[in-house]
């Protein structure tokens, strides 16, 4: 079965630069969220989006914006990046019609390391 | 969301049955108990998730105390590819996007 899909894998920045990530949902899934986990943490809240709008914010710092376009997928723009931006960045997706579980299914994560 | 509390870690023999036990003494009516789990830097995986009655899927069960107070995640033949750290989390069924709060979990060894 296709699973989420994010891209790139991995990715390394310098301070104050930017970086893109992608997320591609599931087939026929309308809802997007984006976690971040630091090391040794616990995957933290960032936002979600639901039939492309916005539906919740969690801890997501000033500098960084995202949305969900036409066709589902999601981009997490991050700016000014900073050392403690350094994380594992998760995206998940999930069914908010009905007939759906409501389980979220998590993508395998990109890895950003800023230097 | 209510809170839940598990014990840190635990140890399983590999084959035999693992049980999660998860307190949430402030879950609502109208609560959910889902159960994820992190193989190491990972995404999380879904598990399973019940409301009232218990539920049993092919990874997993989830038993689920009649005043739903705590339950319990039932590992039926664990294996070495079971070590991972297990979250419970309660949380209102929502169609609109509402997010999981993770942590800080049980970390599970299972030992040959």
């Known amino acids: 079965a296709a699973g989420v899909i994010q891209s790139p894998r991995h990715l390394i920045k310098e301070k104050r630069e930017t970086a893109t990530l992608k997320c591609y949902p599931i087939p026929r899934h309308d809802t997007v969220y984006w976690y971040q986990q630091g090391p040794g943490q616990d995957p933290q809240f960032l936002i979600s989006?639901?039939?492309?709008?916005?539906?919740d914010k969690g801890s997501i710092p000033d500098r960084f914006s995202a949305q969900q376009f036409s066709d589902y997928h999601s981009e997490l723009n991050m700016s000014s990046l900073e050392l403690g931006d350094s994380a594992l960045y998760f995206c998940?997706?999930?069914?908010?019609?009905?007939?759906?579980?409501?389980?979220?299914?998590f993508g395998p994560g990109t890895r950003l390391t800023v230097l | 969301d209510a809170k839940t509390t598990q014990p840190t870690s635990m140890d399983c023999a590999e084959g035999r049955a693992a049980n999660l036990p998860c307190n949430h003494s402030?879950?609502?009516?109208?609560?959910?108990v889902y159960w994820y789990r992190q193989i190491h830097s990972q995404g999380p995986q879904y598990i399973i998730h019940?409301?009232?009655n218990n539920e049993t899927n092919e990874m997993a069960s989830l038993i689920i105390t009649e005043d739903r107070k705590s339950s319990t995640l039932i590992l039926p033949h664990a294996t070495l590819r079971d070590t991972a750290v297990y979250y419970c989390i309660v949380r209102v069924f929502s169609n609109y996007g509402q997010n999981f709060v993770f942590g800080p979990g049980t970390r599970l060894s299972v030992l040959p």
């Open positions: 402030t879950i609502s009516g109208n609560e959910y």
């Open positions: 989006f639901y039939e492309k709008m916005q539906s």
């Open positions: 019940g409301l009232k």
């Open positions: 998940a997706s999930s069914l908010g019609s009905s007939g759906g579980g409501n389980e979220q299914f």
